[in-house]
């Protein structure tokens, strides 16, 4: 990357938002409110880019990131509370702080050792008197607040001893889902399969694998076979509705035959 690009392109958007902010209708009315929804819709759409490994896509969608922070440093800097410069310099000291094995004499030679003294330091600082967890956004999706709710209580040394020991849990969890099904008891269904699915969401973090990625390429790979299944009813000239359970199987079992 050449820094004297990168110092130009970012002068040139900051020069942009300056006049679109003073200039056009709809972005004068914006407010860290109304940007809000737009901000997660933009998250979204580049996770579903990294999702594809649509290279274009990421640097699009990065782009539209981007912009959004240059608008709320925008906003921040009309009331006087922050600018983009305190942004930029807000994250480098933090990642300096954080990295105490890069910049400072603390040794970490693995990613596991990092992000142990990485939540260390960040409860250090905050102080948080919500604890450990405190720092777990409300407003996450449950799967992904889940999956880092069990990365911070990992992080103090609760979790597993071996990462194999987590499947007895999440046998136990299915038993008790299995029990309450039988007692037709929908409230304690519902805590169980809640149970059952952060006991399989903490398999994913110990194995390595994101549930949210995971989860999404069963999502994508069912719309396949689901389209392939429906396409195929069309050529029948019937309806998924006038096919026998046995006939919607075969199909299915056909799609798979085609990846």
Known sequence: MNMNDAEKATARLLEVM???????????????????NNTIEETYELADAITDKNMEGIKEELGDLLLHVVFYSK???????????????????????????????IHADTPEEVKQNWEALKLRKKRRKSGTLGGVPVSLPAMVKAF???????????????????????????????????????????DEMGDLFFALINACRLYGIDPEAALERTNKKFIRRFNYLEQRAVEQGKSLHEMSLDEMEGYWQESKKTE
């Open 18 to 36: 300056e006049t679109l902010r003073r200039e056009c209708p709809w972005d004068r009315e914006q407010t860290f409110d109304t940007l809000r």
């Open 75 to 105: 906003l921040g800097d009309e009331v006087g509370a922050f600018d983009y410069t305190d942004v930029a310099n807000g994250v480098c000291d933090k990642l300096i702080y954080r990295h105490p094995h890069v910049y400072g004499d």
């Open 148 to 190: 880092r709710i069990g990365e911070k209580a990992a992080a103090t040394g609760f979790d597993w001893e071996q990462r194999e020991d987590v499947w007895a849990k999440v046998k136990e969890e299915l038993m008790e889902v299995d029990a309450e099904v039988r007692a037709s008891d929908k409230e304690k269904l519902t």
